[in-house]
Nanobody, 122 residues
Framework: QVQVVESGGGLVQPGGSLRLSCTAS?????????????GAWYRQSPGTQRELVAQ???????DYADFVRDRFTISRDDANKMIVLQMDNLQPEDTAVYYC???????????WGQGTQVTVSS
């Protein structure tokens, strides 16, 4: 089993920045090391569907939703089993609960964290 914990959310003014971290705990019986997992950040606002924000492959290929391109940066630290989302120039429409997902390969089981709240307001 893989446990995923997000941190770094909070309240920020428009134009501000936050850095979200996603840390994984891997069961010792896991057949995959962290560097086999793709990582992704999703977000969900009340009354909306969860949407993909950014993702990163084990080989560090990244992809972003158009609404965050050039403002958010996803990265990974395999040594510390972390997926990081740097969010700059935050806007009120970025307010949501942000979730991290880890998945090993195309057929691997997805593992989700509990989410962290990001609120952008003046």
């Amino acid at each position: 089993q893989v446990q995923v914990v997000e941190s770094g959310g909070g309240l920020v003014q428009p134009g501000g920045s936050l850095r979200l971290s996603c840390t994984a705990s891997l069961n010792t019986a896991s057949t995959r090391k962290f560097d086999f997992y793709s990582g992704a950040w999703y977000r969900q606002s009340p009354g909306t569907q969860r949407e993909l924000v950014a993702q990163i492959t084990p080989s560090r290929i990244t992809d972003y939703a158009d609404f965050v391109r050039d403002r958010f940066t996803i990265s990974r630290d395999d040594a510390n089993k972390m997926i990081v989302l740097q969010m700059d120039n935050l806007q009120p429409e970025d307010t949501a609960v942000y979730y991290c997902k880890l998945k090993a390969g195309q057929s691997g089981e997805p593992y989700w964290g509990q989410g962290t709240q990001v609120t952008v307001s003046s």
